[in-house]
């Protein structure tokens, strides 16, 4: 038979600079509650997603869950970007699904021989810590097409991040300069500040 055991723990009443910093929490608490935003607003996936097809990408990879952005995934199909998922399950958000995203992006690779493929991270992904890039280089596309790895998921307060994380993997990739990248997220930052003054950001809740 074991033992157990077992911490007793003793509550104290506060200090006054306990109290002072327990009611300072507690209004910081509230004032947060009120500047929550409740009403759904796309998010920085489904932007990085949208910015792929401006940069004229041919195909882009969701590494997640089959249904991750499915309505955006089909109307990006009609806007003529192919995006395909690697359609994590249960398996591999305990053991990982790196294998998997290596197989889709070969296979992307050999059913539309595109000149750009976009990798894209979601939540399930980047919460496990997927390694995009590598990926990426196990999958030994890169000598046949350029490559745009996001590392992104939805959990940002501002959607335009995965704007700016897109602008700036292509950046690095070569698709565009550090001239437009850099005029680009200054553009973007400015239209972050204006969506929280009388934008979508602006209110808690627009019906």
């Known amino acids: ?15 006054s600079e306990q109290k002072d910093g327990m009611e300072d929490d507690k ?3 509230e004032e947060t509650e ?19 097809r401006d940069l004229d990408v ?17 109307l990006l199909e009609e806007d003529g970007m ?4 690697s359609a994590m399950n249960e398996s591999n958000f305990v053991f990982g699904g790196q294998d998997s995203l290596v197989t889709v992006i070969r296979k992307a690779a050999e059913m539309f021989h595109p000149e750009v493929i976009g990798v894209v991270g979601t939540c399930s992904s980047m919460i496990i810590g997927e390694d995009l890039h590598q990926a990426v280089e196990k999958s030994g596309v890169s000598t046949k097409c350029k ?25 690095k990739s070569g698709l565009i300069s550090k001239e437009e990248f850099e005029r680009q997220k200054s553009m973007l930052e400015a239209a972050t500040r204006l969506e929280k ?9 627009i019906p």
């Open 1 to 15: 038979m074991g033992f157990y055991a077992i911490k007793v723990f003793v509550l104290a009443e506060p200090s």
């Open 27 to 29: 209004s910081m608490s």
């Open 34 to 52: 009120i500047e929550m935003i409740l009403h759904p607003r796309p998010s920085a996936i489904v932007a990085a997603l949208y910015t792929l």
């Open 58 to 74: 041919d195909v882009a990879v969701l590494h997640g869950p089959a249904g991750c952005s499915f309505k955006h995934s089909r």
């Open 82 to 85: 192919h995006v395909l998922t």
């Open 147 to 171: 490559v745009i790895a996001v590392n992104v998921h939805a959990g940002y307060r501002d959607n335009t991040v995965g704007v700016i994380l897109t602008l700036e993997s292509a950046y």
């Open 197 to 205: 003054e009388v934008g979508a950001a602006s209110r808690s809740y």
